[in-house]
């Protein structure tokens, strides 16, 4: 076949349809052209007057073997032969006890990855099940009413299954291939194998995941929800996991609890399993009209039907050497309540497939470490992020009630008391404050600095009118579970394997995935025939 990159089509071209692109690139006829498969689209928007998709594609044409000759700016041949990712004749001991602890990204893909080896293992979900979960979760949206244990933190999908479902993928693994046809395979947009930036949108991902559980059950495999580990030891053979107050014994545990699992932390901690800090990053959700949002990136054409919702990506450096940038953008989305604890507020963001509501919204992180928890002690980042979700929720009215703050105000250091053109889209309801009050002197100057900056490359992000929400506090995982390099394992802890994001491992939906793959194999190795 021929690999043809950098096809330009004009977004006011009538069809996708490639076939004419292809022939007047390779100046054959288009019934010289057999067939074709889409690898790749992206927008370029560099003139906002005429803009293009640009397509990479892999094109079966008649007489392949002349191009062999012909030198064609970005065509080339392609014989690259696909790896084989699953070897099927490789067998397994099946006597041994499998458990994965939390059914996000992590623990779904090392469940979909034993139970391609017919190995049943046994899956713990603290939270509940993808149908009630959104039942739970709307309840805590409309009333305030929280469950600790299945919000939108925890539960069927993990974190992931109540944001955008972006599938940031920068790996070349062939792991993340095999994770992205399952999402097709669940249920996804088939688009999402090619497009720029994919991503399913929360209100198709309550079936994909729902699917995915029931493809790892089909195997025999057994899915277990409001069923919460709290305790893990080493007996002279086996991991005894308590859960719901009655033990159990595995040969091998996979702990796969996301970000936000704070007190399965504490609780290895305690056991002595080697935890360390690591930075992460923390901030607000800011708020704009898409619309804005879509002229900044599109020009006249911001209407245009092909383009949909834009995005962005932004980032600065400060003088003091603060990383400031932007990150989980949900285009046409809304500010979501994101607490998991009692008495602490914290905010995400949700995007549905379309992205269709009326505002665009992101994080706006500075980075954060050692020195701004004063402390090096392992679990000092937890403490860090309690103390300013304490904050915040005081500051919202002590009811799950957000706060919230024009971006002029923030500037000028003033509560806000009256909004511009900006609603905000948090449900539960906001309440006008002076976010810098939640954060040290230090990060709210990075903030400052970085708002022209940033608004030099988006026309329009620091417009006065932009609105801030407190807080964005759950970005990534406070703290690493050290891990042998080679097998995956716990330095101290045989045969348990701290996997994805809550373990330090990932950041995201897609490499939280591809983290839980790998560790599955580490384990498939230790009982291969």
Same mark, same amino acid.
């Given at each position: 076949?021929? /690999?043809?990159?950098?096809?330009?089509?004009?977004?006011?071209?009538?069809?996708?349809? *490639? =076939?004419?692109?292809?022939?007047? /690139?390779?100046?054959?006829?288009?019934?010289?052209?057999?067939?074709?498969?889409?690898?790749?689209?992206?927008?370029?928007?560099?003139?906002?007057?005429?803009?293009?998709?640009?397509?990479?594609?892999?094109?079966?044409?008649?007489?392949?073997?002349?191009?062999?000759?012909?030198?064609?700016?970005?065509?080339?041949?392609?014989?690259?032969?696909?790896?084989? !990712?699953?070897?099927?004749?490789?067998?397994?001991?099946?006597?041994?006890?499998?458990?994965?602890?939390?059914?996000?990204?992590?623990?779904?893909?090392?469940?979909?990855?034993?139970?391609?080896?017919?190995?049943?293992?046994? %899956?713990?979900?603290?939270?509940?099940?993808?149908?009630?979960?959104?039942?739970?979760?709307?309840?805590?949206?409309?009333?305030?009413?929280?469950?600790?244990?299945?919000?939108?933190?925890?539960?069927?999908?993990?974190?992931?299954?109540?944001?955008?479902?972006?599938?940031?993928?920068?790996?070349?693994?062939?792991?993340?291939?095999? *994770?992205?046809?399952?999402?097709?395979?669940?249920?996804?947009?088939?688009?999402?194998?090619?497009?720029?930036?994919?991503?399913?949108?929360?209100?198709?991902?309550?079936?994909?995941?729902?699917?995915?559980?029931?493809?790892?059950?089909?195997?025999? #495999?057994?899915?277990?929800?409001?069923?919460?580990?709290?305790?893990?030891?080493?007996?002279?053979?086996?991991?005894?996991?308590?859960?719901?107050?009655?033990?159990?014994? !595995?040969?091998?545990?996979?702990?796969? =609890?996301?970000?936000?699992?704070?007190?399965?932390?504490?609780?290895?901690?305690?056991?002595?399993?080697?935890? %360390?800090?690591?930075?992460?990053?923390?901030?607000?959700?800011?708020?704009?009209?898409?619309?804005?949002?879509?002229?900044?990136?599109?020009?006249?054409?911001?209407?245009?039907?092909?383009?949909?919702?834009?995005?962005?990506?932004?980032?600065?450096?400060?003088?003091?050497?603060?990383?400031?940038?932007?990150?989980?953008?949900?285009?046409?989305? %809304?500010?979501?309540?994101?607490?998991?604890?009692?008495?602490?507020?914290?905010?995400?963001?949700?995007?549905?497939?379309?992205?269709?509501?009326?505002?665009?919204?992101?994080?706006?992180?500075?980075?954060?470490?050692? #020195?701004?928890?004063?402390?090096?002690?392992?679990?000092?980042?937890?403490?860090?992020?309690?103390?300013?979700?304490?904050?915040?929720?005081?500051?919202?009215?002590?009811?799950?009630?957000?706060?919230?703050?024009? %971006?002029?105000?923030?500037?000028?250091?003033?509560?806000?008391?009256?909004?511009?053109?900006?609603?905000?889209?948090?449900?539960?309801?906001?309440?006008?404050?002076?976010?810098?009050?939640?954060?040290?002197?230090?990060?709210?100057?990075?903030?400052?600095?970085?708002?022209?900056?940033?608004?030099?490359?988006?026309?329009?992000?620091?417009?006065?009118?932009?609105?801030? =929400?407190?807080?964005?506090?759950?970005? #990534?995982?406070?703290?690493?579970?050290?891990?042998?390099?080679?097998?995956?394992?716990?330095?101290?802890?045989?045969?348990?394997?701290? =996997?994805?994001?809550?373990?330090?491992?990932?950041?995201?939906?897609?490499?939280?995935?591809?983290?839980?793959?790998?560790?599955?194999?580490?384990?498939?190795?230790?009982?291969?025939?």
């Amino acid at each position: 076949m021929l /690999k043809i990159d950098q096809l330009k089509v004009n977004i006011d071209n009538e069809t996708t349809d *490639l =076939t004419i692109a292809i022939s007047k /690139k390779l100046r054959i006829g288009v019934n010289d052209i057999n067939s074709y498969k889409v690898l790749k689209r992206s927008i370029d928007a560099r003139k906002k007057q005429e803009i293009y998709f640009v397509f990479s594609v892999l094109a079966n044409v008649k007489n392949e073997s002349n191009f062999l000759q012909k030198k064609i700016p970005n065509v080339e041949i392609y014989n690259k032969v696909e790896e084989e !990712f699953i070897d099927k004749s490789l067998k397994y001991d099946k006597t041994k006890k499998i458990a994965i602890i939390g059914f996000g990204p992590a623990g779904m893909f090392s469940a979909l990855r034993f139970a391609d080896a017919n190995i049943k293992v046994t %899956v713990f979900e603290r939270g509940e099940a993808v149908d009630d979960r959104t039942e739970t979760i709307n309840r805590f949206r409309n009333r305030g009413i929280l469950n600790p244990e299945s919000n939108v933190q925890f539960g069927e999908g993990g974190a992931g299954t109540f944001s955008d479902g972006k599938l940031t993928n920068r790996s070349k693994d062939i792991r993340g291939k095999y *994770l992205f046809e399952h999402f097709v395979k669940a249920g996804a947009p088939e688009e999402i194998m090619y497009v720029h930036n994919p991503h399913i949108g929360t209100d198709k991902l309550v079936e994909v995941v729902r699917n995915i559980r029931k493809e790892v059950e089909s195997k025999g #495999s057994v899915v277990n929800f409001n069923s919460k580990v709290t305790n893990i030891t080493k007996n002279s053979k086996k991991i005894v996991l308590t859960v719901n107050d009655a033990k159990e014994e !595995f040969d091998y545990v996979i702990l796969a =609890t996301g970000h936000s699992a704070r007190d399965t932390i504490e609780m290895l901690y305690n056991n002595d399993i080697e935890v %360390v800090q690591k930075p992460f990053a923390v901030g607000f959700r800011i708020e704009h009209h898409q619309t804005m949002i879509n002229k900044a990136q599109f020009g006249v054409n911001y209407k245009h039907k092909k383009l949909g919702a834009a995005e962005y990506k932004l980032t600065h450096q400060t003088n003091k050497n603060r990383g400031v940038y932007t990150f989980c953008m949900c285009p046409g989305g %809304v500010v979501m309540p994101a607490s998991s604890e009692l008495g602490l507020l914290a905010v995400n963001g949700m995007s549905e497939y379309k992205r269709s509501k009326v505002n665009a919204n992101s994080a706006l992180l500075v980075n954060v470490n050692e #020195s701004d928890f004063l402390s090096d002690h392992p679990l000092a980042g937890i403490a860090y992020q309690r103390e300013i979700e304490k904050k915040a929720f005081e500051l919202g009215g002590s009811d799950y009630k957000a706060p919230v703050q024009t %971006v002029k105000d923030f500037l000028d250091n003033k509560p806000t008391t009256k909004l511009g053109s900006v609603m905000p889209s948090y449900s539960i309801g906001v309440k006008y404050a002076n976010l810098r009050s939640i954060y040290s002197e230090s990060i709210n100057e990075a903030f400052v600095e970085a708002f022209t900056k940033l608004g030099n490359k988006l026309k329009g992000f620091n417009s006065d009118d932009a609105l801030l =929400t407190g807080i964005e506090s759950r970005s #990534s995982s406070p703290v690493r579970i050290l891990r042998d390099k080679e097998t995956l394992e716990s330095t101290n802890l045989t045969n348990f394997y701290p =996997t994805g994001e809550g373990a330090g491992y990932a950041g995201g939906i897609v490499s939280a995935g591809i983290d839980g793959i790998k560790v599955a194999e580490s384990i498939l190795n230790k009982i291969k025939k």
